[in-house]
């Protein structure tokens, strides 16, 4: 009864990748788990690396005090020295520990950023598609989110960007490797974008704030490197977690560190500091900082994720589906096929209820900000991709 009606309208309009997770639990009730093809959610079924649970039976066996009580809003100093050497390493430019913040996941650490920039009526540009619960954080904050059309493939469209800055834009969200897409931005486009950036600025007389998303940095393909943007773009920020590349999505552990080079970088990462405590979050998990400042760089394996990528293409090539060929991440964005009797504009729902029908769970790009597209997670195991051929081609057959 107390809900707010703007909640109950997004409870009811937004949440399709957890509505569909959640049909994928009720048909594995049904049909039995090897009968549903559930490629929904971007869980990763990797195992944390063993030296993260080696550190986790450290700790909990330590007999030091006061391992779980308050600390600093920020974290642990030795965290955010670690996360400012990891940042340093990626983005080629020295950074001091302070410029570190530890947040709740990468979630946790851009509403932390978001709340930092954003007043009232403020604008969030996002290259589309791109991960829709960006959405909610820039609204969260009294923000709204301004979507802008990639190119056909996937990379940033600089001079559309460009034309959408006013003096109301307060900050530009860039996911690469991209959710859904799985495209990189090259160091062209980061290159374009810095000077679009200088050019909007002259204009509007306001500092932008370009926020990497880059929880899925380490997951690349065929030895591709993600551009940083520190060098190229001074006021920015990077914002990720361990969810994807230690598998550790559920200890919600993440960080944003401050390009020193922006100006006002003290007071920025004093902002976010002061804001992740006032969204409520108080720290990020205490444990889980205590294990990453040790096993940041733990070495992983992705060569599976390589593997499946391979056999799901091969799978909807076999069917008849086209897709775009991810560079990083763990997704395939695929397009939804045109209909043997068109009876009029197809859309990607119907195309994702008509995958269902076969027990293969999609979600459609429509959400992502791209309909005509659904997306594929392959974090899910080599025999779920090859047992879903059939049902990938019956679907195709039928539509
Ligand atoms: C592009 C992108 N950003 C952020 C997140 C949230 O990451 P975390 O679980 O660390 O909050 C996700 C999760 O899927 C994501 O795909």
């Known amino acids: 009864m107390p809900v707010a009606p703007h909640i109950k309208e997004l409870m009811s309009s937004s949440s399709f990748i957890r509505k569909m997770f959640e049909e994928g639990i009720r048909l594995k009730a049904q049909y039995g788990d090897d009968k549903v093809y559930d490629f929904s959610i971007g869980n990763p079924d990797l195992e944390p690396p063993k030296e993260v649970k080696a550190s986790l039976a450290r700790i909990a066996a330590s007999p030091k005090t006061?391992?779980?009580?308050?600390?600093?809003?920020?974290?642990?100093?030795?965290?955010?020295?670690?996360?400012?050497?990891?940042?340093?390493?990626?983005?080629?430019?020295?950074?001091d520990f302070s410029y570190a913040i530890m947040g709740t996941g990468a979630a946790g650490a851009m509403n932390a950023a978001l709340k930092a920039v954003l007043s009232p009526g403020d604008e969030v540009l996002v290259p589309s598609p791109f991960f829709p619960e960006y959405a909610h954080y820039a609204r969260n904050h009294g923000g709204?989110?301004?979507?802008?059309?990639?190119?056909?493939?996937?990379?940033?469209?600089?001079?559309?960007?460009?034309?959408?800055?006013?003096?109301?834009t307060a900050a530009i969200i860039i996911n690469s490797p991209n959710n859904p897409s799985g495209k990189i931005y090259s160091n062209e486009d980061i290159a374009s974008l810095a000077a679009a950036l200088k050019a909007a600025e002259a204009k509007t007389g306001r500092q932008v704030l370009v926020i990497a998303d880059e929880p899925y940095r380490e997951i690349v393909y065929g030895g591709r490197k993600v551009a940083p943007i520190f060098p190229a773009i001074p006021c920015s920020v990077v914002v990720s977690s361990f969810a994807k590349n230690l598998s550790l999505p559920g200890e919600r552990i993440g960080y944003c560190v401050?390009?020193?080079?922006?100006?006002?970088?003290?007071?920025?990462?004093?902002?976010?500091?002061?804001?992740?405590?006032?969204?409520?979050?108080?720290?990020?998990?205490?444990?889980?900082?205590?294990?990453?400042?040790?096993?940041?760089?733990?070495?992983?394996?992705?060569?599976?994720?390589?593997?499946?990528?391979?056999?799901?293409?091969?799978?909807?090539?076999?069917a008849g589906i086209e897709y775009n060929e991810p560079e990083g991440a763990f997704y395939l964005f695929c397009k939804v096929p045109p209909r043997k009797a068109s009876t009029g504009p197809e859309t990607d729902a119907e195309f994702c209820d008509q995958l269902q029908k076969h027990r293969v769970l999609g979600v459609p790009g429509t959400g992502f900000g791209r309909s005509g597209w659904f997306r594929l997670a392959y974090c899910v195991s080599e025999a779920t991709i090859k047992n879903s051929a059939e049902s990938f081609r019956a679907a195709r057959a039928e539509w």
């Open 258 to 318: 401050v390009n020193p080079a922006c100006p006002g970088a003290k007071e920025l990462a004093d902002a976010i500091i002061f804001t992740t405590r006032v969204i409520g979050y108080v720290n990020a998990p205490a444990t889980f900082q205590r294990v990453v400042a040790e096993c940041w760089n733990a070495p992983v394996d992705y060569s599976s994720y390589d593997r499946r990528r391979a056999a799901l293409t091969a799978v909807l090539k076999d």
């Open 144 to 168: 709204s989110l301004k979507p802008i059309p990639s190119k056909e493939d996937f990379s940033l469209d600089v001079p559309v960007i460009a034309a959408a800055i006013t003096a109301k």
């Open 66 to 95: 006061g391992l779980h009580g308050y600390m600093p809003n920020a974290g642990y100093p030795e965290t955010r020295a670690a996360m400012a050497a990891k940042v340093s390493q990626e983005q080629g430019v020295a950074i």
